[in-house]
C-alpha cells in the first residue's frame, strides 16, 4: 500500500541553525501539507501547497519557513533559523485531488532544537 | 473559529469492554470529518471520513457516525492492539484546506 515517506526520523541541531525536513508524499498525490505537534498538544496545520505554490498557509508559518517541491517526488520544510520553540513532531500529508479527500500522513519527523 | 473538543481525554478499558468516544465540532458548513489513530511517536493513521450529517462508516471492531454537532467512535469488544490516542479532525470552514485537530482520547486496553 502506497505511503508517505519522510526522512530523517529524528533532527537534532542548534539554535539558530537551517534545518530541511523531506518528505515523498503518495505519487499520484497532487496536495501536499505540514502540520507540527508539539509534545502533549494538538495537531497544528502549517502550510498547504498545490501546483507548485503556497495554497494556505497558518499565522505559525511566518518568514523563517519555506516549502519547496524540487522534483517530481520531493517536498520540502525549511526552517530557516531555528529556534527552541521550533522542537516538535513535524509531519507530511498527502491528499489525492483536493482538500475534501483524505489526507494521508507521514510517520513524521522529530525534531529538537538545543 | 473553528474547534474540536474531544472527550474523555483517556479512557481505561478491559478487553471486550465496548464503549464510545465523542468529538463535539464548531465549524461554519461541514466539509469532511476524519478519524485518526495515532500511536506514541507516530504519525496520524486513517480510519474514516464522514461528510454528512447521518453518516456511518464501520471498519473491524470500529464504527464511526456523524451528527450535526458532534460525531462517535464506537469501540466493540476492544483488543489491547486497539490502545492508541484517536484524533477527530474537521476541515476548516469557509473552503480552508487545513484540518483542525482535537487533542484526541487515549485509549488503553487491559488484558
Known amino acids: 500500500e502506497p505511503e508517505v515517506t519522510q526522512t530523517p526520523s529524528h533532527q537534532v541541531t542548534q539554535m539558530g541553525q537551517e534545518v530541511i525536513l523531506r518528505c515523498v508524499p503518495i505519487?499520484?498525490?497532487?496536495?501536499f501539507y505540514w502540520y507540527r505537534q508539539i509534545l502533549g498538544q494538538k495537531v497544528e496545520f502549517l502550510v498547504s501547497?498545490?501546483?507548485?505554490?503556497?495554497?494556505?498557509k497558518s499565522e505559525i508559518f511566518d518568514d523563517q519557513f519555506s516549502v519547496e517541491r524540487p522534483d517530481g517526488s520531493n517536498f520540502t520544510l525549511k526552517i530557516r533559523s531555528t529556534k527552541l520553540e521550533d522542537s516538535a513532531m513535524y509531519f507530511c500529508a498527502s491528499s489525492v485531488l483536493s482538500s475534501t479527500d483524505t489526507q494521508y500522513f507521514g510517520p513524521g519527523t522529530r525534531l529538537t532544537v538545543l | 473559529e473553528d474547534q474540536v473538543t474531544q472527550s474523555p481525554e483517556a479512557l481505561r478499558l478491559q478487553e471486550g469492554e465496548s464503549s464510545s468516544l465523542n468529538c463535539s465540532y464548531t465549524?461554519?458548513?461541514?466539509?469532511?470529518l476524519f478519524w485518526y489513530r495515532q500511536d506514541p511517536g507516530k504519525g496520524p493513521e486513517f480510519l474514516f471520513t464522514?461528510?454528512?450529517a447521518g453518516e456511518e462508516k464501520e471498519k473491524e471492531r470500529l464504527k464511526a457516525t456523524l451528527t450535526k454537532k458532534e460525531s462517535f467512535l464506537h469501540i466493540t469488544a476492544p483488543k489491547p492492539e486497539d490502545s492508541a490516542t484517536y484524533l477527530c479532525?474537521?476541515?476548516?470552514?469557509?473552503?480552508?484546506?487545513?484540518?483542525?485537530f482535537g487533542k484526541g482520547t487515549k485509549l488503553t486496553v487491559n488484558p
Open positions: 505519487s499520484n498525490h497532487l496536495y
Open positions: 464522514l461528510y454528512s
Open positions: 501547497f498545490y501546483n507548485n505554490e503556497i495554497s494556505e
Open positions: 479532525a474537521v476541515l476548516g470552514s469557509g473552503g480552508s484546506e487545513k484540518l483542525v
Open positions: 465549524v461554519s458548513g461541514l466539509r469532511g
